[in-house]
């Protein structure tokens, strides 16, 4: 190869900024004896780069292949350019155009060095509660617009005093360009207010804090993107304080202990799952407990799982450090009142929190975007997530196609946004129930922001086509007042196209679709939720569905488990016997009125929900009759399973109807013969999973179509899961489930993106 110098143009794109890509590139440089340039741009990175052929093209591979560790890649483009001779390498100032776009960084957790530097008294950071550097720390939620320079988030305020500049404007320092750079000096600082106690600062109010939780009391942390409520989860009295303040009688709170060897005192942690607590997302992971390990039974009542995290902040490991009598676990749960979204304006928590925690420790580095915290489990050695958020929100999906640019606004349950463009899908993070004005506005201010931040506007807009969700009204608004086109997208078609493009599927062929979830409203009006589709982005066929049952009451019914049982075993032809667990649920008058409201189809509405069919079930068996979050019932079915049974029950088959009636007569005979609970509740998800391969072995005998998606909120289920891909491998099926959006409600928006660009013919 020539020796001759030559110059190569390359540029970079996907999450290259405020990860520390532009001093990588320096010092990668200055190694390799490259000369010439880099910097930012709109569109991602820039680098000119001349040098000997052999030393450019180690310097290429080097790029290509070790990224730094935040970096996430889409594309790299090097082409030889004609000969520029510079005597260095520098990094040049951004270059910033209006019409263009670069994903950012989501927040990411404390990295291993700011974390050694944290707990090292000869450093000067050392206890300083904002530490970061450009491998970790706040990114989404501090910044206000692009391009992601300091005085366009929310560390604006704080001039950084000589040392913090030195470090930031020092190519060679892993604080080159770190944005949220600060220190003891210069940066935001930490405050105790607790009523009728002078404001403590620093140290002293880290001290108090854990002081309070010591003593049983509840505080308001304020985290990366919004308030926590924090308890000692060993404290029973405490947990249940909680609860009763914030209306959350039994739903499962989340966990935070100092390190794994704290945790698995209480859970088992597998290898995929440490990686995971110890990911740069730091996510909740939802975890096994350890047989006869009951202290934090309390913090989620008759589950088998608790769902746990690391600290993820410097303000975390300090307020957690372990000492004799401090505890550790604390419940680390979202700010807020139960349905409202979580606080993260100061002035705005201390009024709606102030019910909630006996006191509060705070800092005052604003929060422009509030973030829940993530929540994945594991499945199959792999990450299956429930909720998509801190960590992960606002990175986006690529994928094959040149898209449009579309708003999708989701369902009205664990509500997601999604905005496309070119390449990209950049889903939201969690929004939550869009139930009130409160989450309402939360999800229109991201809108905005998103629109801001990836210079976005919309020119279609795709709903679901439930007429009374808030997002359906707020995109026909939008619609209406734009003039753009409106598409209204059938909530489980985007439940199968969202599974879709999770995996990446590219193909014109179609799919099986395995659409279980708790309610979707149908094109013929009636709410499905246990659907057997057949179809791809384009279009989608309804072959097969469960049986349709009267839900008394409407959505009030989906709170009352109990009604639901009733209604099967009416429908069922099943007298309403005494000895019945739901039947003595309701007094005798209140069972009057129910079977004339459904002998008459008074207030009822019809569905085909598999979400309502365990729920019935779960009721028939005496396990829920009420439940106080959704899918409660279901939850509490699965986790009584005998996981060793094998036999099942007859799930006939009748034309395009799944006879689910025919399973009450065998549960019921089990019941009266002494049959186990658990072998029942196996035995009813058996004949679920065997069901799903008998209709996948009917579409592939006449269609030929060996693909499988499994994607809806019943999917959570693990057992069912589990039962049902074992039962589709083994028989040569391809499942396909989700690995990047949750296969709940959370993924909706993703779906109605690639069905909208679809009709708009951009696939």
């Known amino acids: 190869m020539s020796d001759t110098p030559i110059t190569q143009k390359i540029h970079i794109t996907g999450i290259v ?252 942690i597998s290898e995929t799952e440490a990686a995971l607590l110890e990911s740069p997302q730091h996510t909740i992971v939802l975890l096994e407990k350890n047989d006869g390990v009951s202290a934090l039974d309390h913090t989620a009542p008759r589950q088998n799982q608790l769902g746990m995290m690391l600290p993820y902040t410097p303000l975390h490991l300090l307020l957690l450090e372990p000492e004799s009598g401090f505890p550790e676990a604390l419940v680390m749960t979202s700010g807020n009142f139960s349905e409202e979204p979580i606080a993260y304006r100061d002035d705005e928590a201390l009024t709606r929190l102030q019910p909630l925690a006996d006191a509060f420790l705070l800092h005052n580095r604003p929060i422009h975007m509030r973030v829940d915290d993530s929540v994945v489990r594991v499945f199959g050695e792999q990450v299956y997530p429930i909720r998509r ?129 708790g309610t979707g409203y149908g094109t013929d009006g009636v709410i499905w939720g246990g659907e057997f589709l057949l179809g791809g982005y384009n279009a989608v066929d309804r072959v097969y569905h469960l049986s349709e049952i009267a839900l008394p009451g409407g959505d009030s019914a989906i709170r009352n488990p109990a009604k639901i049982a009733l209604s099967y075993l009416q429908a069922a032809g099943i007298d309403w016997t005494p000895d019945l667990f739901p039947v003595k649920s309701f007094q005798e008058e209140q069972r009057v009125i129910l079977a004339q409201q459904l002998s008459h189809m008074v207030n009822c509405l019809l569905t085909t929900s598999m979400g309502r069919l365990f729920d019935a079930v779960s009721s028939l068996l005496g396990i829920r009759h009420h439940i106080s979050y959704e899918g409660q019932a279901a939850i509490e079915l699965e986790n009584i399973c005998d996981r060793s049974e094998n036999q099942t029950y007859d799930l006939p088959i009748n034309g395009s109807r799944i006879d689910t009636l025919a399973l009450f007569p065998q549960i019921l005979k089990d019941m009266r013969n002494g049959v186990s609970h658990a072998v029942i509740a196996a035995r009813f998800h058996n004949a679920i999973a065997n069901c799903c391969l008998v209709i996948c072995q009917k579409f592939r005998t006449s269609t030929g179509v060996n693909k499988v998606a499994l994607s809806g909120g019943v999917w959570q289920n693990m057992t069912l899961l589990r039962k049902t891909t074992q039962l589709l491998y083994s028989d040569g099926f391809e499942p396909l489930i989700h690995h990047r959006v949750p296969a709940n409600d959370g993924g909706i928006s993703l779906g109605q993106t690639l069905i909208a660009a679809s009709l708009l013919h951009a696939l």
């Open 389 to 517: 958020a801190r960590g992960y929100a606002p990175e986006p999906l690529k994928v094959p196609y040149i898209l449009p640019q579309i708003l999708s606004c989701g369902a009205e349950l664990k509500n997601t946004f999604a905005l496309s463009r070119q390449g990209y899908i950049f889903l939201s993070h969690h929004i939550g129930d869009l139930e009130n004005l409160e989450t309402l506005s939360s999800f229109t201010q991201g809108i905005e922001h998103y629109k801001r931040l990836f210079h976005l506007e919309p020119t279609a807009i795709a709903v679901d086509l439930h007429p009374d969700y808030l997002s359906t009204l707020f995109g026909q608004n939008l619609s209406r007042e734009q003039n753009i086109p409106l598409f209204k997208v059938q909530h489980h078609h985007a439940h199968l196209a969202s599974c879709l493009v999770d995996n990446d599927y590219r193909e014109a062929a179609p799919v099986i679709g395995l659409i279980f979830d």
């Open 17 to 268: 900024q405020g990860v520390g890509f532009r001093p990588y590139v320096f010092n990668l440089a200055s190694k390799m004896r490259i000369n010439g340039w880099v910097r930012n741009t709109s569109s991602g990175l820039e680098i000119v780069a001349s040098g000997e052929p052999s030393d450019l093209d180690r310097f290429i591979q080097a790029l290509r292949n070790h990224p730094p560790t935040l970096a996430h890649v889409d594309s790299f483009e090097a082409s030889l350019s004609e000969y520029e001779q510079f005597d260095h390498f520098e990094i040049r100032e951004s270059n910033s155009v209006s019409t263009e776009f670069v994903p950012i960084s989501p927040d990411i957790s404390i990295c291993d060095d700011c974390r050694r530097e944290l707990f090292d008294p000869a450093d000067r950071r050392y206890r300083y509660p904002f530490i970061n550097c450009t491998n970790c720390g706040p990114r989404f939620s501090i910044i206000k617009d692009i391009p992601y320079d300091r005085p366009l988030t929310t560390m604006s305020d704080f001039a950084m005093c000589a040392d913090c500049l030195q470090e930031y404007t020092a190519p060679s320092d892993r604080r080159y360009h770190a944005q949220p750079i600060a220190c003891a000096q210069c940066g935001p600082a930490v405050s105790f207010k607790m009523p009728g106690k002078t404001e403590l600062f620093a140290e002293q109010a880290i001290s108090a804090a854990r002081a309070l939780l010591r003593e049983g009391k509840i505080l308001a942390l304020k985290g990366l993107g919004g308030y926590h409520l924090a308890c000692d989860a060993l404290n029973r009295d405490a947990v249940e304080r909680l609860r009763q303040r914030k209306h959350r009688s039994e739903k499962p709170f989340a966990l935070m202990s100092f390190d794994l060897d704290t945790m698995k005192r209480f859970v088992q």
